[in-house]
């Protein structure tokens, strides 16, 4: 299984950016997929998932401005990033689990907030 992820970028405080990644291959029996976030000098954490039947789960530090979504049939999850600020700043990485429990990452893509 491959994993592009795309959307990162500059935004200022306040902004809002959507992430997406698309998974290929041996693309069958995907059950959760995921955002985690890593920063300069920080460990990599969890900012949300989305299992198959739509169950979420996210960071506190993200809840009520983040919203993970996902297209099954595009094999697609995608993150939109409301009211973005510097602490949001970090490497975004998207993640899934197979039902047989194989764990993919994607390759990473930057997300800067700064005025």
């Known amino acids: 299984v491959q994993l592009q992820a795309y959307g990162g970028g500059l935004v200022q405080p306040g902004g809002s950016l959507r992430l997406s990644c698309a998974a290929s291959?041996?693309?069958?029996?995907?059950?959760?997929m995921g955002w985690y976030r890593q920063a300069p000098g920080k460990q990599r954490e969890l900012v949300a998932t989305i299992f198959t039947g739509g169950t979420t789960n996210y960071a506190d530090s993200v809840k009520g401005r983040f919203t993970i979504s996902r297209d099954n049939a595009k094999n697609t999850v995608y993150l939109q990033m409301n009211s973005l600020k510097p602490e949001d700043t970090a490497v975004y990485y998207c993640?899934?689990?197979?039902?047989?429990?194989?764990?993919?990452w994607g390759q990473g893509t930057q997300v800067t907030v700064s005025s």
């Open positions: 291959g041996s693309t069958f029996g995907i059950n959760v």
């Open positions: 993640k899934i689990v197979t039902r047989l429990y194989d764990v993919y």
